[in-house]
């Protein structure tokens, strides 16, 4: 029996960062001069970002950034941001599924936690079943370092264990707080991050039978001669992404054929798919999948939405996609495909009962 995905939940920090006001305060903290501050602006207005929600900013003020050294507040400080903050952002999340699905916290059997920008043990997991009251005996599974595509790797892993387990009852958080990596230095990979990357966390309820659609099948490709395009390396001032250029060029030549081979494996054509949930790495990223997949505009227009409105928040982003696209009632079956260092791509299909 499928496993099926009950309910979603959701949550951001509570301070919208509108995203010209975010290219003023980033020009400031990389200590531009007015024609490079210029340039930057340029560059935040083109992100297709319009708000995002932050930890680190209150009132249109940076509230954590400011620091003596070039390169910003040290690893230490940040990850010390990021255990003050994520357990309360993803007990939001969680509790929102909870309600959504109807189920009690003492039913959870299985915890499976997904972050990519922080670390710290006793963690988030051990958090939230203290937060939420969980059975001491909850079986957990920590998912890190994933990337964009970290919350299909865990709902993989929350599928697996329903599908093996009748009784099992799998809570599913994703939360990334990516603003606590801010980067000062104005390299090409670090600036498109601080312009992308908002805060926030996902969460929903998987198990055996109920209502919500089922996780059909799940697929994963590492794409050719794309090792280096793509990275996130822990430094001694937060966590750097790199992205190269060609990435999407790379989806656009490479995402058809894969997606074509994984739907064949299940008896499935593109044009049988009836919604499209797309991660937007950025606007570049969407159209490049978009133009792949020979999808129109209305088709990614829920990715954009999200991103609009919350930037991309790494791993609960797909999420928060799928979650608006069920209840716009979009059709199904859903294909939902995101993208993360490798450069490598992993996909869920979501089906009727």
Known sequence: MNAVLHAIGTATPRFDLEQDRAAVIAAGLMRLNEKRGRSLAALYAQTGVRTRQTVIAEQGRSTYFAAEEADGPGTGDRMLRYRQVAPGLAEEAC???????????????????????????PGVDIELVRRLGLAPSVQRTMVGYMGCHGAINGLRVAAALAQTDPDAVVLLCCVEICSVHFQY????????????????????????????????????????????????????????MSLSARVPGLLERH???????????????????????????????????????GLSDPQVSDALAVLEAHGNMSSPTILFIIRRMLERGE??????????????GEAVLLDSA
């Open 95 to 121: 509790r929102d599924a909870l309600v959504r699905s109807a189920v009690e916290g003492a039913r959870i059997t299985h915890l499976v936690t997904v972050s990519c920008t922080g670390f710290h043990a």
């Open 185 to 240: 230095r104005p390299v090409d990979g670090a600036v498109t991050a601080n312009a992308l990357f908002g805060d926030g966390a996902a969460a929903c309820v998987v198990s055996q039978g109920g209502d919500g659609p089922r996780l059909r099948a799940f697929g994963s490709h590492l794409f050719d001669d794309s090792l280096g395009e793509m990275g996130w390396r822990i430094s001694d001032h937060g966590f750097v």
């Open 255 to 293: 995402v058809g054929g894969w997606v074509d081979g994984w739907l064949g494996a299940h008896g499935l054509t593109r044009a049988e798919i009836g919604s499209w949930a797309v991660h937007p790495g950025g606007p570049r990223i969407v159209d490049s999948v978009r133009r792949a997949l």
């Open 331 to 344: 059709a199904l079956p859903m294909a939902a495909l995101a993208f993360g260092p490798g450069l490598a």
